[in-house]
């Protein structure tokens, strides 16, 4: 049974950081392709941040230069560093996980199968 656990949320200021994590345990680690996910109040589900088993990131336009994603096979863990957080920035993250996205859907949560329960990051101004 796969099992998906994200951590790391909070509260910070505007141009604050925060680093989520994301725990896997139950599923085959390399071969599959990971992604971050966020849902503010109101909005639909958006793609954040994906990256595949070898290594290729993809970011959606807002958060480029500002966010990283990356994973540590030797843990089963995946990453999203975030710097110069703004409030738009504010919302319920996600990671989610399956085996196989094809490169030009990895922002997309329709493709995920495996979902963890989200944590909350909370950008003031």
């Known amino acids: 049974q796969v099992q998906l656990q994200e951590s790391g949320g909070g509260s910070v200021q505007a141009g604050g950081s925060l680093r989520l994590s994301c725990g896997v345990s139950?599923?085959?680690?390399?071969?599959?392709?990971m992604g971050w996910f966020r849902q503010a109040p109101g909005k639909e589900r958006e793609g954040v941040a994906a990256i595949r088993s070898g290594g290729t990131t993809y970011y959606v336009d807002s958060v480029k230069g500002r966010f990283t994603v990356s994973r540590d096979n030797a843990v089963d863990t995946l990453y999203l560093q975030m710097n110069s957080l703004k409030p738009e920035d504010t919302a319920l993250y996600y990671c989610?996980?399956?085996?196989?996205?094809?490169?030009?859907?990895?922002?997309?949560?329709?493709?995920?199968?495996?979902w963890g329960q989200g944590t909350q990051v909370t950008v003031s101004s």
């Open positions: 139950g599923y085959i680690w390399n071969t599959n392709c």
């Open positions: 989610a996980a399956d085996v196989y996205v094809p490169p030009v859907r990895a922002l997309e949560s329709k493709d995920y199968k495996y």
